[in-house]
């Protein structure tokens, strides 16, 4: 199980409103939240999570590890990189390089289309609304591909990662990349999941692991996020027009290793 999990910023957000929608939301707790989640790791959460919220647009860079245990026991990760480029109104476009694929996934408001740089081929569907949030419900049921970071991404990140939480703690402070952040582990029936939050006015996830404990070898899938932004963001790249010689197929799945493969229907 990969969360939604898909990065990005350098900007300065106002940290009187964040703090006084973390403060609001903290009250607002059920006292089952409160005997699940620590105070202080929880506020740390709500606040990052109000300030992806209040961003329209962003792009952010990824390296994702997938961790693939083998019949003899033996872990294998697989790295990938790519870009997250979102506007809530608009669309995204998600791409990834990894070790057996170079693809990418865009969204413009109706259509979501995969293509596979590495074959020249392509596969279209039709997303059931014009949400980015439904749109990438679609594209992880259709085709089984988990957008990186998409949780972070959702209209209300802590609603969607604190869902069956039953634990949740700050563990202490740590550095991402250099930057100082929060480390808050979290505990749920099927995964443990642990998050890395930039301090300052600004939270912004840099780091994000979830553990299937459940699986034999307890794999891991662990995302790096870098180079947020939230400015610039060209809608243009939201719109898929099919290169040249570019064949349409009918059927797109993943493997194994999270990445994308596209076939020819029968």
């Known amino acids: 199980m990969s969360r939604f999990t898909l990065n990005r910023f350098g900007a300065t957000w106002r940290s009187h409103a964040l703090i006084l929608a973390a403060v609001t939301c903290v009250a607002a707790w059920s006292a089952s939240a409160q005997d699940a989640v620590e105070p202080e790791a929880a506020k ?17 860079d990824y390296d994702a590890d997938q961790e693939i245990v083998d019949l003899g026991g033996q872990k294998i990760q ?43 081929v392509y596969a279209q569907l039709q997303s059931p609304g014009q949400s980015v949030e439904v749109a990438a419900d679609e594209l992880r049921v259709a085709t089984g591909l ?48 642990q998050i890395w939050i930039s301090k300052g006015n600004n939270p912004l996830p840099l780091k994000y692991v979830i553990t299937t404990k459940w699986v034999t070898g307890a794999p891991e899938y662990s995302l790096r996020l870098s180079n947020w932004k939230s400015d610039a963001i060209d809608a243009g790249q939201f719109t898929f027009i099919p290169p040249a010689n570019a064949r349409k197929l009918e059927r797109v799945y993943t493997d194994l290793t999270g990445e994308m493969s596209l076939e020819a229907g029968e």
């Open 44 to 60: 740390i959460l709500i606040a990052m999570s109000e300030n992806l919220k209040s961003i329209p647009a962003l792009s952010v």
């Open 78 to 120: 697989y790295s990938a990189s790519g870009t997250i480029a979102l506007d809530r109104a608009k669309g995204f476009r998600l791409t990834r390089k990894g070790p057996f694929a170079d693809a990418e996934v865009i969204f413009d408001g109706s259509t979501i289309s995969l293509h596979s740089k590495r074959t020249n």
């Open 146 to 193: 988990d957008a990186p970071g998409a949780d972070l991404l959702a209209s209300d990140p802590y609603a969607v990662l604190t869902d069956g939480v039953t634990k949740g703690t700050l563990v202490g402070s740590a550095f991402v990349g250099g930057v100082e952040c929060d480390h808050l582990a979290f505990r749920t029936d099927i995964v443990d999941w």
